[in-house]
T-cell receptor, first 111, second 120 residues
Framework: AQSVTQPDIHITVSEGASLELRCNYS??????LFWYVQSPGQGLQLLLK??????LVQGIKGFEAEFKRSQSSFNLRKPSVHWSDAAEYFC?????????FGAGTTVTVRA | GAVVSQHPSWVICKSGTSVKIECRSL??????MFWYRQFPKQSLMLMAT?????????EQGVEKDKFLINHASLTLSTLTVTSAHPEDSSFYIC????????????????FGPGTRLLVL
């Protein structure tokens, strides 16, 4: 069965600084990988996804992620965070029938 | 594009009553819809998967008689929490996956804004 690990429960970053959120997955076949963001009290918004091809994928809101098969990782990055990026971020891998989510990483942005 | 709506966005009800939550895919057809439950500060827990015109498949530990799911059309699924009790209070999120060959493909799940249920 597939699984996702997000090692960082909480990250605090200064506005304007760079951000990297880690994600490691376990899946036997070629994974479909996703990053979602959830603002307080809201549903999940898709940031980006990887199915195949270029291992560096661009998403919305200035986010990008890099798929590294050798490390089973799909880390999310943003060069310069904005206060509005404060939210919960979920990495997910799609198995045959359903998505499996990581526990999430809470991002706090300080002025 | 790929908008999923939920109604209501929040609901307060008395213990013992039933509550229905609607999930609609607004600009695409969805053969498969998912219902999740999320506790504070936690990840999403899949409750059930429903395919249009078929009975829902419930995850282990989810009471199918408590959480009734209907997926009667390609754009609408409903979750009914029957005889709700305070322990059913939670944030319920639906998700939809498009058709193969459709405008948003079949691989990606799109999520609704969630419904917060408070049972008194």
């Amino acid at each position: 069965a597939q699984s996702v690990t997000q090692p960082d429960i909480h990250i605090t970053v200064s506005e304007g600084a760079s951000l990297e959120l880690r994600c490691n997955y376990s899946y036997g076949a070629t994974p479909y990988l996703f990053w979602y963001v959830q603002s307080p009290g809201q549903g999940l918004q898709l940031l980006l996804k990887y199915f195949s091809g270029d291992t560096l994928v661009q998403g919305i809101k200035g986010f990008e992620a890099e798929f590294k098969r050798s490390q089973s990782s799909f880390n999310l990055r943003k060069p310069s965070v904005h206060w509005s990026d404060a939210a919960e971020y979920f990495c997910a891998v799609r198995g045959p029938y359903k998505l499996s989510f990581g526990a999430g990483t809470t991002v706090t942005v300080r002025a | 594009g790929a908008v999923v709506s939920q109604h209501p966005s929040w609901v307060i009800c008395k213990s013992g009553t039933s509550v229905k939550i609607e999930c609609r895919s607004l600009d695409f057809q969805a053969t498969t819809m998912f219902w999740y439950r999320q506790f504070p500060k936690q990840s999403l827990m899949l409750m059930a998967t429903s395919n249009e015109g078929s009975k829902a498949t419930y995850e282990q530990g989810v009471e199918k008689d408590k959480f009734l799911i209907n997926h009667a059309s390609l754009t609408l699924s409903t979750l009914t929490v029957t005889s709700a009790h305070p322990e059913d209070s939670s944030f319920y999120i639906c998700s939809a996956r498009g058709l193969a060959g459709g405008p948003f493909g079949q691989e990606t799940q799109y999520f609704g804004p969630g419904t917060r249920l408070l049972v008194l």
